[in-house]
Nanobody, 123 residues
Framework: QVQLVESGGGLVQAGGSLRLSCTAS???????MAWFRQAPGKERDYVAS????????YYGSFVKGRFTISRDGAKNSVYLQMNSLTPEDTAVYYC?????????????????WGQGTHVTVSS
């Protein structure tokens, strides 16, 4: 069984930065990971994903170069560096893990989910 634990959320002013972390326990080798987010009253959105070895990264269209996903295999962790944050980025951010080496923007592709970490961006 895999468990995912996110951290790093919080309150930040518009224009600021945050770095989210997600640490996985259990079998995580050769599996893609991703970040999604869900704003209040809205559907869950795809943010970014990364292949099993970190060699391929993919982003949602709204990211526009502001976010960077990365992973550290030795630590079983995935990160999301978020820069130039706006109030529209306010959401609960979820980490996800897929049972395949490459995965993209469909939440159906992912088999395990974390509990989420809250990000609030003030104007």
């Amino acid at each position: 069984q895999v468990q995912l634990v996110e951290s790093g959320g919080g309150l930040v002013q518009a224009g600021g930065s945050l770095r989210l972390s997600c640490t996985a326990s259990g079998r995580t080798r050769r599996r893609a990971m991703a970040w999604f987010r869900q704003a209040p009253g809205k559907e869950r959105d795809y943010v970014a994903s990364i292949s099993w070895n970190g060699g391929n990264t993919y982003y949602g269209s709204f990211v526009k170069g502001r976010f960077t996903i990365s992973r550290d295999g030795a630590k079983n962790s995935v990160y999301l560096q978020m820069n130039s944050l706006t109030p529209e980025d306010t959401a609960v951010y979820y980490c996800a893990l897929a049972d395949v080496e490459f995965a993209f923007g469909g939440d159906y592709e992912y088999d395990y989910w974390g509990q989420g970490t809250h990000v609030t961006v003030s104007s």
